[in-house]
Nanobody, 131 residues
Framework: QAPLVESGGGLARAGDSLNLTCTISGRTFSRNIMGWFRQAPGKERRFVAAISGSGDSTHYRDSVKGRFTISRDNAKNTLYLQMNSLEPDDTAVYYC????????????????????????WGQGTPVTVSS
């Protein structure tokens, strides 16, 4: 079984909300920096949000600040992405991601934001937002 499995994607209208869930299994990621990326049709995979191992630090791409909230429950081995005020430009396949390291999110965020450095990926869950 893949260690990261996303769920919660689907169809939405502009202004709606969706809550994505990433279920972690098979290994412990509680100390790892984790996050969400998305890939729109014909475009590169891009960073969306990240969270530190403890959950006390977060970082977002500018276009989702104030609308998306990343959180994690290490006791439940689960990562979340609450998406509010969805826009058509949010349409993409959303991927759960984990680094192989933890530590300071502030010190590691530049590296984490580069999808080429990600160690673990989920299979993705599609989100389609209509206007």
């Amino acid at each position: 079984q893949a260690p990261l499995v996303e769920s919660g994607g689907g169809l939405a209208r502009a202004g709606d909300s969706l809550n994505l869930t990433c279920t972690i299994s098979g290994r412990t990621f509680s100390r790892n920096i984790m996050g969400w990326f998305r890939q729109a049709p014909g475009k590169e995979r891009r960073f969306v949000a990240a969270i530190s191992g403890s959950g006390d630090s977060t970082h977002y791409r500018d276009s989702v600040k104030g609308r998306f909230t990343i959180s994690r429950d290490n006791a439940k081995n689960t990562l979340y992405l609450q998406m509010n005020s969805l826009e058509p430009d949010d349409t993409a396949v959303y991927y759960c991601a984990s680094a192989s390291y933890g530590g300071s999110l502030a010190k590691n965020i530049r590296v984490f934001m580069d999808p080429r450095t990600i160690t673990y990926w989920g299979q993705g869950t599609p989100v389609t937002v209509s206007s």
